[in-house]
């Protein structure tokens, strides 16, 4: 039976200390594409590059959301997680109950 690929999410380091967020199917061939300067824009002449953190999320949907929710968290908090500080895929899974809105 054939099995899906999951989405992951995925943190690069580049050369003048910053940090990029993004998801991939294949994060070793996206890592490569970046490295090659055909990923992101923001990776472009940034380089070298390092692969410092992956999680499995599931579904594509599942990986934009928590792409969303890592991207807001403060750099001290993405470094926190990329150290093991924080709690990978757990957020990557269906929540239970709720219409996904926020407020009232």
């Known amino acids: ?32 594409a970046h490295q090659a300067g055909r990923g992101a824009k923001y990776t472009r002449g940034r380089g070298p590059l390092e692969l410092v953190y992956r999680e499995a999320c599931g579904t594509k949907g599942e990986a934009l959301r928590r792409e969303r929710v890592v991207k807001a968290l403060s750099r001290a908090r993405k470094l926190g997680l990329i150290a093991g500080g924080g709690t990978p895929s757990a957020a990557c899974r269906p929540r239970g109950g709720g219409t996904g809105r926020r407020g009232g």
Do not use: N, S
């Open 1 to 32: 039976m054939f099995e899906p690929m999951a989405w992951h999410l995925y943190l690069l380091r580049c050369g003048d200390g910053t940090l990029y967020c993004g998801i991939a199917l294949d994060v070793e061939a996206r890592f490569q």
